[in-house]
Antibody
Framework: QVTLRESGPALVKPTQTLTLTCTFS??????????VSWIRQPPGKALEWLAR???????HYSTSLQTRLTVSKDTSKNQVVLTMTNMDPVDTGTYYC???????????WGQGTLVTVSS | DIQMTQSPSSLSASVGDRVTITCRAS??????LNWYQQKPGKAPKLLIY???SLQSGVPSRFSGSGSGTDFSLTISSLQPEDFATYYC?????????FGQGTKLEIK
């Protein structure tokens, strides 16, 4: 049974760095073809893909956000960490992590975590 | 980046109707197109992958078609639980990109 769960602060101040953790079970990120992606959704708006880390530690980022994003993994803990620097109120939204297998589709999603950026 | 454009942005329909949502890519993505359903307050759910493959557990009234730049999602007979927002997403290249969504509402 595949599960993913996002965790991190619910509130961050402008200019701070956000750190989110995705803890997963039911698959091994070290297995060929396994990837974990981050996606966010501002309130009432569309989904936005942020980043992905692959089984071989290859990393991919949103073009518009790549200077602010870092994704990493701890295979032994079954965790993927996303950091986003210089947070702004427009970054407010629900952040999801999801599994992608063999670059096909996001087949399992976490429940999401709401992050509010406000002073 | 590959741009994904969905139409319509919103759609009103009745239970039992057949509805089709379209998605266009800014360049050819072969068949690397996925469809997701999202209900309020919930995570998206994968419905269709690689344009026409039905994800396990998804009802057969959902179907997908298309290749290249033009794709569609069809619901053959709308059920009350199908009223939601639908997103297309390309998995041809990174960065991955989503369409802007189509909100399906009850008429």
């Amino acid at each position: 049974q595949v599960t993913l769960r996002e965790s991190g602060p619910a509130l961050v101040k402008p200019t701070q760095t956000l750190t989110l953790t995705c803890t997963f079970s039911g698959f091994a990120l070290s297995s060929r073809g396994m990837c974990v992606s981050w996606i966010r959704q501002p309130p009432g708006k569309a989904l936005e893909w942020l980043a992905r880390i692959d089984w071989d530690d290859d990393k991919h980022y949103s073009t518009s956000l790549q200077t602010r994003l870092t994704v990493s993994k701890d295979t032994s803990k079954n965790q993927v960490v996303l950091t986003m620097t210089n947070m702004d109120p427009v970054d407010t939204g629900t952040y999801y992590c999801a599994r992608e297998v063999t670059t096909v589709a996001l087949d399992y999603w976490g429940q999401g975590t709401l992050v509010t950026v406000s002073s | 980046d590959i741009q994904m454009t969905q139409s319509p942005s919103s759609l009103s329909a009745s239970v039992g109707d057949r509805v089709t949502i379209t998605c266009r890519a800014s360049q050819s993505i072969s068949s690397y197109l996925n469809w997701y359903q999202q209900k309020p307050g919930k995570a998206p759910k994968l419905l269709i992958y690689v344009a026409s493959s039905l994800q396990s557990g998804v009802p057969s009234r959902f179907s997908g078609s298309g290749s290249g730049t033009d794709f569609s999602l069809t619901i053959s007979s709308l059920q009350p639980e199908d009223f939601a927002t639908y997103y297309c997403q390309q998995s041809y290249s990174t960065p991955r990109t989503f369409g802007q969504g189509t909100k399906l509402e009850i008429k």
